[in-house]
């Protein structure tokens, strides 16, 4: 009975974190499935470590462990190890985390295990949760690195595959309530858009009459529709990549897993059947 209260309060956890998600968070996108796509994934490699290992590390990788995904120690030297000098080392950086925070005003995270620290108990994984926030980052001249985020507001990280990415504007449609001079509380719908370089517009209108609830919603536009379909490709195989590192042998861990539930289904039958022959002739 304790143990299955366990359980049971294991769950409820799980649920409330999910729900809590849900309510609290932004929509995130499902991401492509590559995680078995080596192609995709060398590509994510290089990704990584041309746009992402200058200033966040992963302590928990070493180079080598590349060849999983097809490469050679030859290919990683030439084409991958810029901090290091064997294909042996940790995927470490230059920047110490005090320069970090100095220079970003937080400590850039390590990023081995990101995608499994994002992910969420029966809900959006860590790979969308990237897969999503590499594709939310619009300008915006308020902030200090010229740069803001829809999945993280007011992030100190700048878009570093802008030009990957093409101009792109943004605009968010706010319906609140807010009080005049004298106090009265009316419903206000409040239009912001940030042009290509950041510089923004608001426009306000009154809702008279309106019944609805509070809401914000955003919508993104590019200028070049096939650069950023380009873009959300190479950021979709970046997103897997950091999938498949968090968890290189995720997916013999799956597959173990099935043969472990087929011999224990296999077990139960021969179980129940030699049960049952033991207790036959007991009446």
């Known amino acids: 009975m304790i143990m299955i209260k366990k359980l049971l309060g294991v769950l409820a956890l799980s649920l409330v974190s999910t729900l809590a998600f849900a309510e609290g968070g932004v929509h995130l ?4 499935d590559r ?3 080596l192609a995709s994934l060398q ?3 290089k990704l990584f470590v041309n746009d992402c290992l200058n200033c966040h590390s992963a302590h928990s990788m070493r180079y080598n462990r590349l060849t999983d995904l097809g490469l050679t120690d030859a290919e990683i030297k030439k084409n991958l190890l810029f901090t290091g000098d064997k294909v042996g080392d940790l995927m470490t950086i230059a920047m110490t985390p005090e320069d970090g925070k100095k220079w970003f005003g937080s400590t ?10 994002k992910s969420t108990n029966f809900g959006p994984s860590g790979v969308d949760y990237v897969y999503t926030y590499l594709r939310s980052f619009y300008r915006d001249t308020s902030k200090k690195s010229g740069w803001n985020n829809v999945v993280f507001p ?3 990280m700048p878009n570093v595959l802008w030009q990957m990415e093409g ?4 605009t968010s449609i706010e319906t609140h309530e807010v009080a005049d001079a004298k106090g009265t509380e009316h419903w206000v719908r409040t239009t912001t858009n940030y042009d290509a370089d950041g510089f923004q517009t608001v426009k306000n209108e009154d809702l008279k009459g309106y019944e609805g609830e509070s809401s914000q919603i955003g919508h993104f536009d590019s200028a070049d529709p096939k650069t950023f379909a380009h873009f959300e490709s190479n950021v979709a195989d970046l997103s897997n990549f950091l999938g498949w590192m968090a968890e290189p042998s995720q997916l013999l861990r799956k597959q173990i897993g099935v043969w472990v539930m087929l011999f224990l289904f296999l077990f139960l039958f021969v179980a129940v059947r030699m049960n049952a022959a033991y207790w036959k002739h007991v009446r």
């Open 29 to 32: 996108d499902h991401a492509p």
């Open 35 to 37: 995680i078995t796509d």
């Open 43 to 45: 590509n994510g490699a």
């Open 108 to 117: 850039p995270p390590d990023l081995s295990v990101i995608a499994r620290a």
């Open 154 to 156: 007011n992030v100190a």
């Open 167 to 170: 101009p792109r504007t943004y």
